[in-house]
């Protein structure tokens, strides 16, 4: 047969920090632990927030009620959540939780509990839930992005670049600089226009070093894994893929022998203790940087993810 078909990963940036935290939550959540039965990460955020809705009914809140009346599902949680470990904050978590709004009234055709005027309020509202519910359900991934972003600072203080090497052998450089923006009045088919350009210097920029290292970090291990599970395919006589980030599709007679080869290749990337090699790396490139160690991990086992139905499926 020729028809490709594509194993795609329950929240791939998601299931890298879970599995680097050991978090059983996370990676139950995420399919990376073996379930009988698909598990919804967005489906548990959405709960969380239905449930902080009750309370806040019980409390008398003006929206609270209207909002469990409209209807809270997944679709609320998905982009929010999606995006979370790639740098999502509460701002585009607002704006997404306003999408989700407008779509449901538009396409869904749902009765409007709400006027125009209290839209901002209203919808500010659910997104501050949305948020809460994330990093309730996601504590250790948090912990995780946090702990990262504090790397980022100690190393911006240290005028110190971020370095690590990815499991490909792949050497990553972070390096941010703080820039100035000029515009220059020119001419461009004899009309007068504004041209602006960025002056950079060689101080590091401290919000593009802090807000940049979590989504970098996550990326060069999912890059990782495709690759490792490419070569590895290649070795087993597979050589034909249709690769969309943490979408792996081949050839439907090749899919089961390639599901086996990228949950092998997740094991062998994540069995080592990739956030202490990292930490390690900068210590010994930066003479007196001092960072803190890593947060507690959990107790999942890395290496249960070959028995995963679900983890890309």
């Known amino acids: 047969t020729t028809l490709p078909v594509s194993m795609d990963a329950t929240n791939n940036g998601l299931q890298i920090l879970s599995l680097l935290m050991r978090d059983e939550v996370g990676a139950y959540d995420t399919n990376v632990m073996p379930t009988d039965l698909p598990q919804d990460i967005y489906g548990s955020v959405s709960d969380a927030v239905i449930n902080k809705i009750k309370q806040d009914i019980q409390a008398g809140h003006e929206f609270a009620k209207l909002w469990l009346d409209f209807g809270i599902d997944r679709k609320l949680a998905k982009r929010p959540t999606m995006v979370f470990p790639y740098g999502g904050t509460f701002y585009s978590c607002r704006k997404y939780v306003d999408e989700w709004y407008q779509d449901c009234l538009r396409k869904e055709r749902k009765t409007n509990p709400f006027n125009e005027e209290t ?10 839930h949305v948020w809460d ?7 250790k ?12 600072d100690a190393c911006t203080e ?3 670049t971020i370095e690590w090497t990815t499991p490909t052998g792949f050497p990553v450089h972070q390096d941010y600089k703080s820039f100035s923006s000029q515009a220059v009045k020119s001419k461009i088919s004899g ?4 041209v602006k350009f960025r002056n950079h210097n060689e101080r590091f920029c401290r919000r593009s070093m802090r807000n940049g290292i979590s ?16 070569i590895k ?7 034909d893929f249709a690769m969309i980030h943490d979408s792996f599709g081949t050839h439907t007679n090749n899919c089961d022998l390639f599901g086996t080869i990228l949950r092998e290749q997740t094991k062998r990337i994540f069995s080592v203790d990739l956030l202490r090699d990292f930490r390690a790396g900068l210590l010994s490139a930066n003479k007196g940087l001092q960072l803190t160690e ?5 107790n999942f086992d890395p290496s249960e993810v070959v028995h995963s139905k679900y983890f890309f499926s």
């Open 133 to 139: 519910s994330i990093h309730e359900v996601l504590d």
């Open 119 to 128: 839209r901002y309020r209203v919808t500010g509202y659910l997104a501050r």
């Open 158 to 160: 240290h005028h110190a």
């Open 294 to 298: 890593p947060p507690d991990y959990g």
């Open 215 to 230: 989504p970098n970090f996550v990326h060069s291990l999912d890059a990782s894994l495709l690759t490792k599970s490419v």
């Open 141 to 152: 991934p948090t912990q995780c992005m946090e702990w990262l972003k504090s790397v980022a």
């Open 191 to 194: 009309k007068a226009t504004w």
């Open 233 to 239: 395919a290649n070795e087993q006589g597979i050589y």
